[in-house]
């Protein structure tokens, strides 16, 4: 061979040809799929915003005689079409029924007490003030709920340690849970507005007391059988502005409501 010639290259052979005509197809394949999830995510955060941006806007346009009671819109606190006195929350296997009528009910609020004695709750429902990702993922996996709660800010210890009931003035309280009446004690909410504080303790458990606040014209008496949903308790009591304002912005009324906690021992 002379100095300066090539070689002639050589032509790979049909194995070799087909190899790479499949991997040529597999990196193609894998290309249109990773555009493919790549514009499924995009679609997907559009949808979310979009949704989020219509709920926001729906809240603000939501006028105050649909936000105070009866199911007639999405932020209602029990559903029109539920129970009378749903289950809201549920302590151990206790489930806790409305202290109010469904149809009365204003909010369900729940907020941390500081109280090492009070027993965090397990909300029933769905809350309506969590953020827009959660409400959207919640909305696509689970159908409309009959109850929908609150989780306002406070100070003290677990977040769901209180709840609030709103509901109008001299709305009927029941018992929420079958028990006995351990307690009904008048006393000067902060020194100066009068309060009955009403406590319970639940069938077979020794030492657990539901206790109920803001109640007004007591109708029960200590060592009296309570019966879950039909024990009239007493009336919601109307509250002075101080008390009621924590829920005045929610419910465009007085702010009304009855407050609920459960402890491993009696509120002294």
Known sequence: MQEGSSVPAKRPGKKAVRRNRRQATIYRQ??????????????????????????????????????????????????????????????????????????????????????????????????????????????????????????????????????????????????????VVVGVREYLLFGKYDDVQIDLRPIGMGGITVTLMFINNPAISIGQRVDKGKTLLGTVRRCPEEVGKILADYTHDTGSHIYLQVSEEPIS
Do not use: H
């Not at 204003?106 to 409400?135: C, E, H, M, W």
């Not at 709920?145 to 109008?168: D, I, N």
């Open 30 to 179: 894998r290309r249109i799929r990773f555009l493919l999830g790549f514009v499924a995510v995009c679609v997907l955060i559009v949808v979310i915003v979009v949704v989020a941006v219509a709920a926001s806007q729906n809240r603000s346009q939501v006028s105050p005689e649909e936000l105070l009671a009866g199911g007639r819109s999405p932020t209602a606190p029990v559903s029109a079409t539920g129970e009378a006195r749903p289950a809201f929350a549920r302590f151990g296997n206790e489930n806790l029924l409305l202290p109010v009528a469904a149809a009365d009910a204003t909010i369900i609020a729940y907020q941390p007490v500081s109280d090492d004695k009070a027993i965090p709750l397990s909300p029933i429902g769905q809350r309506i003030n969590a953020n827009a990702f959660a409400r959207f993922f919640t909305g696509l996996f689970s159908s409309e709920p009959s109850v929908r709660y609150y989780q306002l800010p406070g100070e003290g210890g677990e977040p769901t340690t209180s709840v609030l009931v709103g509901a109008p003035p001299d709305a009927a309280v029941t018992s929420p849970i079958d028990g």
